[in-house]
């Protein structure tokens, strides 16, 4: 009998629809594990197809030309440890999550997800069929199970796997960030543990995909929840374990533990890696914005340099009559300590040619709103003639509190493919700035120190699109704001729990038609990284056209 078993984990970042180039990834992990005798090479759920690839799945050409790439696989591993990698599997007239275990080159076993996600994120009720409960498979004389990602968060297959004779069980996952999530899947990966009496591995992949972002730290546990190790948050890591039978049955040998950064930290990381995957993935290398000299655009364009180095970001300054002198200096300066490239396009002349365009039709009428916003549509048109002309694409830069409230204007300042800061509220929006400037990682690319000009971070946030004007003379102060839209959004509460939370009834009701008139604009923006599970993509889908509200 074994005493020992060997799974190399490969916490890799797989690209949505590059079957050959994810294969051979997990090729290239394969032979690394052969040359360091282990039994069993493992990695994330989906990986084949990456995730989450959505309606691509149901396309018969993709997932019969997964399946293809998969088996050619399994040839090609055909003398050396086993192979486990996720993909999809169409059977019988209907499409599976599967988990693919390949030996001797061939399939030799699947898994098939039971329990299909259908909150937040996820659709997997629409896109997969749910796979039959089953049984383990057999590397060897040992016998594993391998709850698929969600499967792991019910108890009924991980005890249908412990009683047919699984010895131990290993998770492969797409499982993506939120906030604090970490300590919610150790819970869930602690209660099968309890459950079963078996060790758990829990694999995650890593990586960005559109507005998600994989954050490995995949770790293991012996029976009683002991941890036994804890793989590094957010980069690619292939690492061997060990686990070792006594008369107990087996248990994972400790090693080490390593330590994840605190949430404001992998707010951060999950902001620059988005981008920075979003780029590779989509072929683009350069991106541009425009650079008011307020806190939002500062705090991009660092996303941006720390993502993409600071040779491959351009910021631009589209000043106005109503520019202050001192925005002039902030942006200045915030770029050259970035080292970005720094562009100066004034909008006084087109703005002129516009007024007078528009005079005719709007004579009679007092200038207001229309005209704020021919600014801003100005310096989105002329942002995306220096996008399509150089190639860069252009970033958005409305933080979550203006996106919730529709403090943006469409066609204009919310022109752009990206958004890093899309679900980050104004107040967080501060912090994070502070907390950049305080920090620095190997990750990021630009330099360390102090990037963010203090006075940007202090100075009342301001559109500049009229005289004197303050985001307080639109809207509640932000600490308020946000407070609220947490309430509402994150926490999908009511008027009522408003009201309770101590704010006026008449403010909370204003923010809350603010929010579901502006789900028009929210529709036609771009995607950005996702931080909570109140994001504005996926987790929260309202109708456009809705006229109910809360009497309470």
Same mark, same amino acid.
């Given at each position: ?208 995909? %559109? ?118 200096? %902030? ?141 307080? %003379? ?11 839209? %947490? ?66």
């Amino acid at each position: 009998m074994t005493d020992s078993f060997r799974i190399t984990l490969a916490q890799l970042n797989p690209t949505v629809g590059d079957l050959t180039g994810n294969a051979a990834k997990a090729r290239a992990v394969w032979e690394t594990a052969k040359a360091q005798g282990s039994d069993l090479v493992a990695l994330p759920e989906m990986f084949i197809a990456g995730y989450n690839a959505q309606d691509l799945v149901m396309k018969p050409a993709f997932h019969r030309a997964a399946l293809a790439e998969v088996e050619a696989l399994a040839a090609a591993c055909a003398e050396g440890p086993a192979l486990a990698i996720g993909g999809p599997l169409a059977e019988d007239g209907k499409l599976y999550n599967a988990y693919f275990i390949c030996k001797g080159g061939r399939i030799v076993s699947r898994q098939l997800k039971h329990n299909l996600p259908n909150e937040t994120v996820f659709d997997e009720v629409r896109i997969f069929d749910s796979g039959p409960l089953g049984g383990p498979y057999a590397v060897g004389n040992t016998r594993i199970g391998s709850p698929i990602c969600e499967d792991a968060w019910h108890p009924d297959v991980a005890e249908t796997l412990e009683e047919s004779g699984a010895e131990f069980l290993l998770v492969p996952n797409g499982s993506p960030y939120y906030r604090n999530k970490f300590d919610t899947r150790l819970n869930h990966m602690v209660a099968r543990v309890v459950e079963t009496g078996l060790p758990l591995i829990y694999l995650n992949m890593v990586g960005g995909q %559109d507005d998600q972002v994989f954050d490995g730290g995949s770790f293991g546990l012996n029976p009683g929840g002991e941890l036994a190790f804890k793989r590094p948050a957010f980069d690619e890591d292939v690492h061997q374990i060990t686990l070792t039978r006594g008369p107990e049955g087996w248990r994972i040998a400790p090693d080490e533990v390593v330590a994840h950064p605190d949430e404001w930290e992998q707010d951060y990381r999950v902001m620059v890696q988005s981008l920075r995957d979003y780029m590779a993935k989509t072929g683009f290398r350069k991106v541009l914005l425009g650079m008011s000299g307020g806190v939002d655009s500062a705090l991009v364009c660092t996303i941006a340099a720390d993502a993409l180095g600071a040779d491959n970001v351009r910021a631009v300054m589209l000043p106005s009559e109503y520019t202050s002198p001192e925005s002039l200096e %902030d942006a200045k300066a915030c770029a050259e300590s970035l080292g970005v490239r720094y562009d100066f396009l004034p909008i006084s002349g087109p703005r002129a040619a516009v007024t007078e365009a528009l005079a005719p039709l709007f004579e009679g009428t007092e200038e207001g709103l229309t005209e704020e916003n021919i600014q801003s549509r100005l310096r989105g048109l002329l942002l995306m003639a220096l996008s399509n002309k150089f190639g860069e694409m252009l970033l958005t830069t409305g933080n979550k509190s203006e996106v919730a409230v529709g403090y943006a204007t469409i066609y204009g300042d919310m022109s752009g493919g990206y958004n890093p800061i899309k679900d980050l509220y104004k107040t967080r929006v501060f912090e994070t700035c502070r907390w950049r400037n305080a920090n620095h990682r190997p990750w990021m690319r630009a330099p360390e120190g102090v990037v963010i000009p203090e006075r940007i971070i202090t100075k009342p946030p301001s559109a500049e699109l009229r005289e004197d004007q303050k985001d307080s %003379d639109s809207l509640p102060d932000y600490p308020e704001l946000d407070a609220i839209l %947490d309430i509402l959004v994150d926490r999908d509460g009511s008027i009522a729990d408003c009201v309770a939370a101590g704010f006026e009834r008449e403010v909370a009701r204003k923010v809350e038609h603010l929010i579901y008139i502006s789900e028009y604009k929210r529709f036609q923006s771009a995607p950005g990284a996702r931080l909570t599970k109140g994001a504005f993509w996926l987790d929260r889908r309202y109708p456009i056209v809705n006229r109910w509200r809360d009497p309470s």
